[in-house]
């Protein structure tokens, strides 16, 4: 059985947030898009990625104010990044390993996609599928 990559189960061209945005902005960002993962670009450059629980925690440990505290200051430096040709396993396993709740999929044209926990679930139910038949 050849092994699937990344590329065939990640979200493709995800919301990105600019570092220098609110938390506010992220907020709401999350909302429309039904979406708890936002890769984070410095001048269209991946920096970092920022999660709903990351928010949640900047907004209650320190109180930070959500319309004036920046992206940067939730965001976690230097995310998990495979390329889209990476296998799913190699993927899953790392982030298992590391208990990492997403990872950015990058290409030369910078963020090309998202792979989360949800993600990997969704593949673990097509995959389990398939193999049912």
């Given at each position: 059985m050849t092994l699937p990559a990344i590329t065939h189960y990640m979200t493709a061209k995800p919301c990105t947030i600019d570092r220098l945005a609110s938390l506010a902005d992220a907020h709401r960002l999350m909302k429309e898009h039904g979406v708890r993962h936002l890769p984070v670009l410095?001048?269209?450059?991946?920096?970092?990625?920022?999660?709903e629980r990351d928010l949640h925690m900047v907004e209650n440990l320190i109180g930070a104010d959500p319309t004036s505290t920046l992206v940067d200051t939730a965001m976690t430096d230097h995310p998990f990044v495979v390329t889209s040709d990476t296998l799913l396993d190699e993927v899953?396993?790392?982030?298992?390993?590391?208990?990492y709740g997403s990872v950015v999929v990058v290409g030369h044209d910078g963020v090309e996609g998202i792979f989360t926990t949800v993600d990997a679930c969704r593949a673990l139910t097509q995959i389990l599928r398939a193999r049912a038949v």
């Open positions: 410095d001048d269209g450059d991946l920096c970092g990625i920022v999660s899953v396993e790392i982030m298992t390993d590391h208990k």
